[in-house]
T-cell receptor, first 114, second 115 residues
Framework: AQSVTQLGSHVSVSEGALVLLRCNYS??????LFWYVQYPNQGLQLLLK??????LVKGINGFEAEFKKSETSFHLTKPSAHMSDAAEYFC????????????FGTGTKLQVIP | DAGVTQSPTHLIKTRGQQVTLRCSPK?????VSWYQQALGQGPQFIFQ???????QRGNFPDRFSGHQFPNYSSELNVNALLLGDSALYLC??????????????FGEGSWLTVV
């Protein structure tokens, strides 16, 4: 079974500071990995995804994530936090082939302090 | 281009009642999945429909059932509602269920409160 673990249910950063949200995955097969963002009272929006190829993935809104197989990690970063980045972020994993089933982590709420 | 649309957006039901939630996938998408997101939790996979058949199911009881129509739209039905069924129900659509890694698009969700 595949799973993801998000370290830190709440993260606070100052506006302009580096954002680092941590995600570790567990998978017996090469995983597909995703980061989604959820703003209050809204659905989920895809930030970025890793399937194959380049391990550094760039997403929307200046976010990027690096797939590190040796560390089973897929941490999300952004060089400079903006107030509009305040939201909940979910790391997710699915497997190759067959029917899609995406397994989500428990989420990390990002607070941006002015 | 309309994204994934869900209805209703909010509803309140009484324990023991039945509820039907509806979803229209993003234009061109043929696969629909349903997720339950309890307050403060990540979304949990309920099931996935492709070609009008349930293809995968998560760890949810038979009280949760669904349907996909020829136009790819879908319904989620929950019978004998429990207080614990209170959650945000998210519909997600994608193209081509056989190729994992395809981008999945989520709707805004249906908030269900069971009292």
């Amino acid at each position: 079974a595949q799973s993801v673990t998000q370290l830190g249910s709440h993260v606070s950063v100052s506006e302009g500071a580096l954002v680092l949200l941590r995600c570790n995955y567990s998978s017996s097969v090469p995983p597909y990995l995703f980061w989604y963002v959820q703003y209050p009272n809204q659905g989920l929006q895809l930030l970025l995804k890793y399937t194959t190829g380049a391990t550094l993935v760039k997403g929307i809104n200046g976010f990027e994530a690096e797939f590190k197989k040796s560390e089973t990690s897929f941490h999300l970063t952004k060089p400079s936090a903006h107030m509009s980045d305040a939201a909940e972020y979910f790391c997710a994993v699915s497997g190759p082939g067959g029917y899609q089933k995406v397994t989500f982590g428990t989420g990390t709420k990002l607070q941006v302090i002015p | 281009d309309a994204g994934v649309t869900q209805s209703p957006t909010h509803l309140i039901k009484t324990r023991g009642q039945q509820v039907t939630l509806r979803c229209s996938p993003k234009s061109g998408h043929d696969t629909v999945s349903w997720y339950q997101q309890a307050l403060g939790q990540g979304p949990q996979f309920i099931f996935q429909y492709y070609e009008e058949e349930e293809r995968q199911r998560g760890n949810f009881p038979d009280r949760f059932s669904g349907h996909q129509f020829p136009n790819y739209s879908s319904e989620l039905n929950v019978n004998a509602l429990l207080l614990g069924d209170s959650a945000l129900y998210l519909c997600a659509s994608s193209l081509g269920q056989a190729r994992s890694g395809n981008t999945i698009y989520f709707g805004e969700g249906s908030w269900l409160t069971v009292v």
